[in-house]
């Protein structure tokens, strides 16, 4: 397939629904066991220490480990033997660790099915992205990868409500259960996705495929100029995960308060995400980038200043501001990345957008709870700081890098 071209009306529709289908249910999944991960692994709903929080982090970071280690593979596969099968592939593993995990709550058992779960998840990304990076045309491919970022989101952040809630209404006995409907979930996806394909499912293998060209092409300057960024966002991103409970926990903020209010932002994503792709498509890649990277910081500073000084309702509008804003990065970076890929190589192009954000996730897990644990709070002002300044830096290196290139910026 040439870069760009967009496949028959026929095979990307069904193509296209099958892996948003499949997207919203492995992250809604997902939400919901990261929402119970350390209640269930420190045997505590509430009360959680700085060392409970410690071996919470350490255990859920080797799913990141496990991601980031393997995930160039997993693309790899996607553009040798197709998509579809390494999505599948995927989500049957990775229910059949959530159910794994439903049965133990040994340590070291957990960390070990972490670990694999990372694999699988890496696959189930990979695959998905490459598919949407095959059959949707360039001027739309901001809308589709929009589209994608709300299914994701919204299944991750519906997920960790859900969960939120279902950690507060179970005894800390029984939540193991959680893992067992995050399996059935998947396993829903999954059904639904076959069903949409019907013989589509079935892709042809490439007969000639030269993985060393294809990591040349997939680790292009401008393709990493392009991932990098997410690095910082998701260290971030996998910070808030840990602490957020926590967090809302020491300002008085009921679980299930905060469970709807996650809940009901997340269906903010279902018609933002989309929104912003098409701004992408129409304004350029980077300057929709350039709005998120504001937004992130704008979150960064006032979330220090709500933790310095307490819960105020210009600092709590700025954070609101700051994450709508935010949300413009997603679609317009995927679809920049997309525009970068070529045919040949493009699973595994995309999959560098998984290793870097399980990166970012593992950075960010064992940074934060490390400084956490040895100087409270204020361990956490000059991590954030930090990648505020990362965030702004790259932003500028975007810049300048489009300014003597081909990069759409318009």
Known sequence: MADGALPAPGR????????????????FAFGITVAVFAAYLTHKTTG???????????????????????????GAAADRWGRFPVLFAGMGGAALLFVAIATTRDVATLGAANLVFGVASGAILAASLAVISDRSAVDARGYEMGRFD????????????????IEQALPNAELGSVFLAGAAAILIGLAVAVRLLGRAAVEPSVPAFDLRRVLRLAFRRTVLVVTLPWLAIYSLLGTALIFL??????LGVRPGLLAVAIGGGGALLVVSQPYFGRLADRHGRTRMMTVGSAG????????SLLARYGISVPLLVGVGLGILLALAYGPAALAALADLARAEGRATTMAIYSLTIS???FVGLIAATELYGRYGTLGLYPY???????????????????SRSTIPVR
Do not use: K, Q
């Open 245 to 250: 409970g926590p967090a809302a926990d020491g």
């Open 384 to 402: 954030f700081g930090a990648i505020a300044a990362v965030l702004v830096g790259l932003t500028a290196v975007r810049w300048w890098e489009a």
């Open 150 to 165: 709300a299914m994701n989101l919204f299944g991750w952040v519906g997920g960790y409500a859900f969960g939120l809630g």
């Open 359 to 361: 990166l970012g996730m």
């Open 296 to 303: 992130f910081v704008l979150v960064l500073l006032c979330a």
């Open 12 to 27: 990307s529709r069904p193509a296209l629904a099958a892996v948003l289908t499949a997207t919203f249910f492995v992250r």
């Open 48 to 74: 959680f220490t700085g060392s409970d929080l410690g071996t919470a982090g350490l255990v859920s970071a080797l799913a990141p480990i496990g991601e980031f280690s393997t995930v160039l593979f997993s």
